[in-house]
Structure formats: structure tokens, C-alpha cells
């Protein structure tokens, strides 16, 4: 099971991820609507690509931010309030994060600065962005 690279469980009422700590050449990974709340289970996966859990209780993304492959991340429809952890993550390129209770569109007010745009009226609590478009070369 160790070999396992991709897993595909939405929909299964999850709560518990801590088992998939184990599972260390995961590339991507599919937990949409659980129950999931506690990620620090996959802060090891270090192959992980694709990350989509959509509609889950995620609130704390602190053990995804060494995830230095991830490509792809869906996180919409959580708890989530500071995106700041996936700043230094410079594979993303796409990243979902609408319905959530974000404090802030942009991790940084920097990061604002850099992209030359600022977060449209109301868009704090309903975010997606494409992070090639929004921060350009903070990324490169």
C-alpha cells in the first residue's frame, strides 16, 4: 500500500487521515466531501501534487506549507482563514479557495503590491485565484 499514488475517497463521511501518513509516494489525493479536519497526517506526503478536498472542516493548512510539489489545490467550502502558508509553494498553479471565512485575499499585503491588483469588494470570503495569474513572478 506504501506504493499507492493516487487516492480517490470523496464522499465517504472521513474523518480520520492519520492512516495516510503512510502513504509516502501518494501523488494525488481526493478527500471531497468527508468530514476531514485535521491535516497534519499528510505534512509528510512529499510527492503530493494534487490536493482536493472540497467541503470538508479544515481549518488549520500549516502541515500542507513543505509541500513542495503540490500543483493543484482545491479547498474550497472549509474553515480555512489565512492562505499564508502556500507563499513559498512555487509549483501551484491552480488553487481554489472560495467558501471559505478568509481573513484577507492576499496572504500579504506584498503580495498585492506585486500582482498590481487588489482583492475585488467581498472577495475575502469567496476567493479563487490561479496563482500565475494573480502573482505573476513571485512565483518563479
Same mark, same amino acid.
Given at each position: 500500500?506504501?506504493?499507492?499514488?493516487?487516492?480517490?475517497?470523496?464522499? +465517504? &463521511? *472521513?474523518? #480520520?487521515?492519520? $492512516?495516510?501518513?503512510? =502513504?509516502?509516494? %501518494? !501523488?494525488?489525493?481526493? /478527500?471531497?466531501?468527508? @468530514?476531514?479536519?485535521?491535516?497534519?497526517?499528510?505534512?509528510?506526503?512529499?510527492?503530493?501534487?494534487?490536493?482536493?478536498?472540497?467541503? +470538508? &472542516? *479544515?481549518? #488549520?493548512?500549516? $502541515?500542507?506549507?513543505? =509541500?513542495?510539489? %503540490? !500543483?493543484?489545490?482545491? /479547498?474550497?467550502?472549509? @474553515?480555512?482563514?489565512?492562505?499564508?502558508?502556500?507563499?513559498?509553494?512555487?509549483?501551484?498553479?491552480?488553487?481554489?479557495?472560495?467558501? +471559505?471565512?478568509?481573513? #484577507?485575499?492576499? $496572504?500579504?499585503?506584498? =503580495?498585492?503590491?506585486?500582482?498590481?491588483?487588489?482583492?475585488?469588494?467581498?472577495?475575502?470570503?469567496?476567493?479563487?485565484?490561479?496563482?500565475?495569474?494573480?502573482?505573476?513572478?513571485?512565483?518563479?
Amino acid at each position: 500500500m506504501n506504493k499507492l499514488e493516487v487516492l480517490y475517497l470523496a464522499y +465517504n &463521511k *472521513v474523518s #480520520d487521515i492519520e $492512516p495516510m501518513a503512510h =502513504l509516502t509516494q %501518494l !501523488e494525488d489525493l481526493n /478527500l471531497d466531501f468527508n @468530514q476531514v479536519e485535521d491535516i497534519s497526517p499528510l505534512a509528510n506526503l512529499s510527492d503530493l501534487r494534487e490536493l482536493s478536498m472540497l467541503s +470538508n &472542516k *479544515v481549518k #488549520d493548512v500549516r $502541515p500542507l506549507s513543505n =509541500l513542495r510539489k %503540490l !500543483e493543484r489545490v482545491s /479547498l474550497a467550502d472549509n @474553515q480555512i482563514k489565512d492562505t499564508t502558508p502556500f507563499v513559498g509553494l512555487e509549483n501551484i498553479r491552480r488553487f481554489n479557495v472560495t467558501e +471559505n471565512p478568509l481573513l #484577507d485575499c492576499a $496572504p500579504h499585503d506584498e =503580495l498585492e503590491l506585486r500582482a498590481g491588483k487588489s482583492c475585488p469588494e467581498g472577495a475575502a470570503d469567496s476567493w479563487y485565484y490561479n496563482t500565475r495569474q494573480w502573482f505573476g513572478d513571485l512565483f518563479r
